[in-house]
């Protein structure tokens, strides 16, 4: 899997925000902004929803702060 920037990582949460579920060429909208194919956006899209779901079941620990 290719790596993304930390640029492009807040390009496409800015792009999922715009462009939701009911918006006609979502994935082509989010791909063009990010600058990657709609494979990629789809894919991290995907790995970002398992990520979530790890956080909410408590799968991954929260830092704290002192």
């Known amino acids: 899997m290719a790596s993304w920037t930390a640029r492009q990582n807040k390009l496409f949460e800015e792009a999922l925000a715009i462009y939701d579920r ?39 620990p929260f830092p704290y702060k002192n």
Do not use: Q
């Not at 902004?33 to 899209?45: A, C, F, I, L, T």
């Open 22 to 60: 009911e918006t006609p060429d979502r994935w082509h909208n989010v791909a063009k902004v990010v600058g990657k194919s709609v494979e990629d956006v789809k894919r991290h899209y995907e790995v970002l929803k398992e990520d979530i779901k790890r956080i909410e079941r408590g799968d991954v």
